[in-house]
Every structure is written in structure tokens, then in C-alpha cells.
């Protein structure tokens, strides 16, 4: 099956300019993530969604952050205006409602920001 | 709240040699236990799990097990390749909230 795919892989942009990232889960996962993975750290949640509810977005910085998910399949997010510590790869995930499909997330290749 | 503590890095073996990367969890309730892998340029991909007690997560000729007791889940593989060199991620998930909690990462590097 066709993993999470998303867009763009790499994007660099200058501070107080925005920038909009796009993912596609699998098909069939109810569940969606955005991670923001800064370097040398561990993912680090932003936002999660179920079909196209909003879970749990503690962590997001609405100020700048937001994130969409029409129709409960495709997400969008969105930085503006972006700062020089928003330099990071931003990690989209997907999984499967429920204890009989395990817990496991399914991972994309990540989008790479470089904030300059 | 729920975290996960993992050794610091980088960790250097040469080829054929021992692993293992340590990895402690603090959690409520019972949460399921995972190792990601990182690859230079890629995303994460799932190595291995555990959902309780005394499970043991195996793939690739790497395995954890899942330790109650200790709340650890340690990684190790007998002989590792060049091929392991990697980011290595432990991570918990809870079945409340179904979020993931990851540990900042162990780079392994594999000389030949």
C-alpha cells in the first residue's frame, strides 16, 4: 500500500515569510499527526487529528501555526510568519481508530524547513 | 506526564560488534513500547514493538523487551552492519490520548 506521502521535501525561506506544507495519509487512517523533529531531538507532536476533528493541539503555536484537515483525508500546515527556530523537519503521520489494528503510526519522508 | 529517557549518543561500533542502546519510560497506565529508526535524509520508520508486559519486539535481527518491573525497553541486535548506521528513536504510546512520546534519539554510527 502507498505510504504518507508529503509535500514539499525541502523548502527554504527567509524569517517573516510563510510557507504551507501538504500531507496525504494512507488510505483508510483516521488518525493524522503533525511532528516537528528540530535537529538532534525527538519528534515532537504539534498537532493530531481524527478524521477532521482536532484530538489534541497543545503544543501548536497558534499564533503562527495553524493546520487544516478538510473532508478528514488531507492536511495542511501552515507557518506564518515564520521565525529562525521554526528550522526543522516537519513530520506527518497516520494511523488506523482502534486496539485491533495495533498502535503503530506510519511515518512520511518529512518536509525539511530552513529558516534564513 | 509521560516521557522517554534513552542514552546519550553518538554510539561508535565497528561491524560485528554487540549493541545496545538503553531506554527507560515513565508513562500512567500501560503504554505500548516502540524503537523507530532514522536514516540519514528519510522519515522515521517502525524497527520493532511491544504491546505489555514480557513482550518481546524483534526485526531485523534487532530485539527489545518490553520490562515492566524496570519500565525499560532496551535495544540490542548480536552483530551489527554498516547498514544499522541510524538514528534510533524509543517511543511510548498510551492508549489514552493515543499520542506519541518520543525520546531525543541515539546515533549509531557502524565502521567496517
Known amino acids: 500500500e502507498a505510504g504518507v506521502a508529503q509535500s514539499p521535501r525541502y523548502k527554504i525561506i527567509e524569517k517573516r515569510q510563510s510557507v504551507a506544507f501538504w500531507c496525504n495519509p494512507i488510505?483508510?487512517?483516521?488518525?493524522l499527526y503533525w511532528y516537528q523533529q528540530i535537529l538532534g531531538q525527538g519528534p515532537k507532536l504539534l498537532i493530531q487529528?481524527?478524521?477532521?476533528?482536532?484530538?489534541?493541539d497543545s503544543q501548536l503555536p497558534k499564533d503562527r501555526f495553524s493546520a487544516e484537515r478538510l473532508k478528514g483525508v488531507d492536511s495542511t500546515l501552515k507557518i506564518q510568519p515564520a521565525k529562525l527556530e521554526d528550522s526543522a523537519v516537519y513530520l506527518c503521520?497516520?494511523?488506523?481508530?482502534?486496539?485491533?489494528?495495533?498502535?503503530?503510526?506510519?511515518f512520511g519522508e518529512g518536509s525539511w524547513l530552513t529558516v534564513v | 506526564g509521560n516521557s522517554v529517557t534513552q542514552m546519550e549518543g553518538p554510539v561508535t561500533l565497528s561491524e560485528e560488534a554487540f549493541l545496545t542502546i538503553n531506554c527507560t519510560y515513565t508513562?500512567?497506565?500501560?503504554?505500548?513500547l516502540f524503537w523507530y529508526v532514522q536514516y540519514p535524509g528519510e522519515g522515521l520508520q517502525l524497527l520493532l514493538k511491544?504491546?505489555?508486559?514480557?513482550d518481546k519486539g524483534s526485526n531485523k535481527g534487532f530485539e527489545a523487551t518490553y520490562r515492566k518491573e524496570t519500565t525499560s525497553f532496551h535495544l540490542e541486535k548480536g552483530s551489527v552492519q554498516v547498514s544499522d548506521s541510524a538514528v534510533y528513536f524509543c517511543?511510548?504510546?498510551?492508549?489514552?490520548?493515543?499520542?506519541?512520546?518520543f525520546g531525543p534519539g541515539t546515533r549509531l554510527s557502524v565502521l567496517p
Open positions: 503521520a497516520s494511523s488506523y481508530i482502534g486496539v485491533k489494528y495495533g498502535n503503530t503510526i506510519y
Open positions: 488510505s483508510g487512517h483516521a488518525t
Open positions: 487529528f481524527q478524521n477532521n476533528g482536532v484530538v489534541d
Open positions: 508513562a500512567t497506565g500501560y503504554p505500548s
Open positions: 511491544a504491546t505489555k508486559a514480557d
Open positions: 517511543a511510548l504510546r498510551t492508549n489514552y490520548g493515543q499520542n506519541f512520546v
